[in-house]
């Protein structure tokens, strides 16, 4: 079933648009990797899909809900919640302002916790959690929010090994469920796991089953001719580097 | 006896009747205004809220040359105010702030202008520093009024008010208009100077809305139980605040600064031990 389809997509911010030439579909049960380097329009393509930037030119067809996991910000860390409070905020716009939410909204929200595997955190403050335990509170939001389209934006930056297999887990679970997932990433490898892959450096290069799509070629345009980011690290080295690398 | 004499201390500055309308007028304000002082805090308004009380300064000087009541003079002012930093702002070539600045100095040197010539009726000191001594019960009733309007609207906005100061950049994608949130914000803001800085004075409203705020900001790990803190924090301000000016004969609203700021202190130094002492949990953070 398809959760978004999007065509002839181009996105800016008043000059010349900084992405162009966008036309993908995601389906539910797709993982779909987003690859691009930084300032390559992964953010302005998920400002479009969710509804905050309007498109220059084309269209976006989303008829579900779409929730997103952003990157922690020093921010969210200072603020006194709960992982409670964080998943109960998908509700929010479901009650009218002057409700406040109520039993059926922090059942759903502790039911979206131990969904993610954090129960016994509820009422844990957010900034004293560790990376990968924020990443899947605020997976648990979206899931309050009934979302059927999730936006992950570089979920993997910073975390360890366990913690990355656990996110990863969850996320083939949501999938699993019917969900279709956009996941924002550096890593070339992980994408290769999943799904499907977009690539956009400035406008699409290239989207598809990651066997046909993460060629050496596709790579290049993708990340410039010269260099490429690597796994892990955010280190560069050469092109050709990286190419025996995740050929090996 | 030592007990009879510590009662009769703590019981003598409110044998007068006008200085027990000025404690219930003071703790009033503390209330609401520890409540959305936390806010403040966590909107980054500080600067906003000082900002606005002193623009409403030619507004109430206005309103006292003329014998109209404060209230009255406040509201245009703050009208007044409001529009002009709409002006600077849309000026692209200064920031923001400076646009601020720029207003509200001009709006109060106007204000002091007026305040300070010739023709003006003696009072209008108690317009800068306030005049807690000289409440009516309408003020009363008014600061009464305050206390339920910003404590229901926090109520009703809370889920809000938490979003859009926890995610501001995804608000929308969450269903919640920051722009609407922060303008109901402002709104309550207004409203909380417009009553207290009649008496906590111009010049030392924001004491109230801000130093409690920020004690409690160290002393609490959650936003409800934070609310109360700064509201409790404020109420033992301007409490003490009034023991202070009736012992050492000093002026109410700068007393009651003067204890706010020394609270503000204390919880201060009591977090910064908590920090250095191994039971607090570090905060989880990668590399």
Known sequence: MTRVRVEGL????????????????????DRVGLLGPNGGGKTTLFRVLLGELRPL??????????GVVPQTERSRLDFPVSALDVAL????????????????????????????????????????????????????????????VVLLDEPFTGMDAASAERLEALLRRLAAEGRALLIATHDVDQARGWDRVLCVNGRQVAFGPPGDVLTREVLQATYGGAIVEIPGGGAVLPAHHHHDHAAG | MVLATL??????????????RALAEAVLLAIAGGAIGCWIVFYNLAYSAE???????????????????????????????????????RV???????????????????????????????????????????????????????????LGALGALHGRLVLVGFDRS???????SPVLVDAALLVLVAVVLLVAVQGLGNLLVVAVLIAPAASARLLARRLAPMMAAAAAIAVAGVVGGLYLSFYAGTAAGASI????????????????MRARGPSRPQSAQEP
């Open chain 2, 92 to 150: 692209p070539a200064i920031g923001r702030d400076t646009g601020v600045a720029v207003v509200v100095t001009t709006l109060f040197g106007l204000g002091a202008l007026l305040a300070l010539s010739s023709a003006s009726p003696p009072g209008l000191q108690g317009i800068l520093f306030g005049d807690i001594l000289g409440v009516s019960n309408t003020d009363l009733a008014l600061a009464g009024g305050l206390v339920v309007v910003v």
């Open chain 2, 170 to 176: 995804n608000a929308r994608a969450l269903g919640v």
């Open chain 2, 51 to 89: 900002s606005l009380a002193h623009a409403l300064l030619p507004g109430l000087v206005v309103a006292a040359l003329a014998g109209l009541p404060l209230l009255l003079g406040g509201a245009a002012g703050l009208v007044l105010a409001a529009l002009g930093v709409a002006l600077a702002a």
């Open chain 1, 10 to 29: 181009a996105a800016g911010y008043g000059g010349a648009p900084v992405l162009r030439d966008v036309a993908f579909e995601l389906r539910g049960g």
């Open chain 1, 89 to 148: 905020m998908g509700a929010v716009s479901r009650l009218p302002w002057w409700r406040r939410p109520g039993r059926a909204e922090r059942g759903a929200a502790r039911e979206a916790l131990t969904a993610v595997g954090l129960a016994a955190e509820a009422d844990a403050t957010f900034g004293d959690l560790s990376g990968g335990q924020r990443q899947r509170v605020l997976v648990a939001r979206a899931l309050v929010q009934d979302a059927s």
């Open chain 2, 257 to 272: 600064a003067a204890v706010l700021v020394g609270l503000y202190a204390l919880a201060g130094a009591s977090s910064a």
């Open chain 1, 57 to 66: 030119a084309g269209t976006v067809e989303a008829p579900g809900r779409i």
């Open chain 2, 7 to 20: 009662g009769s201390i703590l019981a003598d500055p409110w044998r007068d009747p006008l200085t027990r």
